[in-house]
Nanobody, 113 residues
């Protein structure tokens, strides 16, 4: 199983980015799909998750600004990030859970003017 994350970049405060994470390999059914992030010098922290049934959960710091979704036909999850703030700057890691957890390689998001 491999995960390929994309969509990171440099954006001004108040801007938007959309991250994608596509899973490939021997996959029958994905349970949870989600995102964590890690800022320089900080621990990795939870951002958002979407279950196989479509339920979502978000970190308090991103509620109302970020939206997670998934396309089961493509084994892909998306993270729409709006109203970005400098404190959202981090490397964003996607993951899936199919019994075990699998992680993507991370994509850099930088929010700066």
């Amino acid at each position: 199983v491999q995960l390929q994350a994309s969509g990171g970049g440099l954006v001004q405060p108040g801007g938007s980015l959309r991250l994608s994470c596509a899973a490939s390999g021997s996959i029958f059914k994905i349970d949870d799909m989600g995102w964590y992030r890690q800022a320089p010098g900080e621990q990795r922290e939870f951002v958002a998750v979407i279950t196989g049934g479509g339920s979502t959960n978000y970190a308090d710091s991103v509620k109302g600004r970020f939206a997670i979704s998934r396309d089961n036909a493509k084994n892909t999850t998306y993270l729409q990030m709006d109203s970005l703030k400098p404190e959202d700057t981090a490397v964003y890691f996607c993951y899936i859970r199919i019994g075990f957890f699998y992680w993507g390689q991370g994509t850099q998001v930088t929010v700066s003017s």
